[in-house]
Nanobody
Framework: QVQLAESGGGLVQAGGSLRLSCAAS????????MGWFRQAPGKEREFVAT????????YYADSVKGRFTISRDNAKNAVYLQMNSLEPEDTAVYYC???????????????????WGQGTQVTVSS
């Protein structure tokens, strides 16, 4: 099973930016579709963004569209989430996830992802 580890979280003021990284090991990363999810205290985990194996296709939740950018570097076995114009509502633990079966359209259901990182905390102050 693919192992994932997130980094780059922290405390930022509203309007600021953060770049999250996810390092993968234990699998053929260049063949895997990847995703980012987040979970705020007391709330269920929700979809943020996903990217296909080559990086040629991406998809975003409406709440982050135009502000967040998902990307990947297969030579480094890494996926990234650039977060701009952050809002207090973005405060959550952010998780990297791996390996949905994406054939026709992107996968937003967390049940379709088989590998997960431990998460990194993002806190946005007013």
């Amino acid at each position: 099973q693919v192992q994932l580890a997130e980094s780059g979280g922290g405390l930022v003021q509203a309007g600021g930016s953060l770049r999250l990284s996810c390092a993968a090991s234990g699998g053929a990363f260049s063949s895997y579709h990847m995703g980012w999810f987040r979970q705020a205290p007391g709330k269920e985990r929700e979809f943020v963004a996903t990217i296909n194996w080559s990086g040629g296709s991406t998809y975003y939740a409406d709440s982050v569209k135009g502000r967040f950018t998902i990307s990947r570097d297969n030579a480094k076995n890494a996926v990234y989430l650039q977060m701009n114009s952050l809002e207090p509502e973005d405060t959550a633990v952010y998780y990297c996830a791996c390996c949905p079966k994406w054939l026709v359209r992107p996968i937003t259901d967390q049940r379709e992802y088989s590998s997960w990182g431990q998460g990194t905390q993002v806190t946005v102050s007013s």
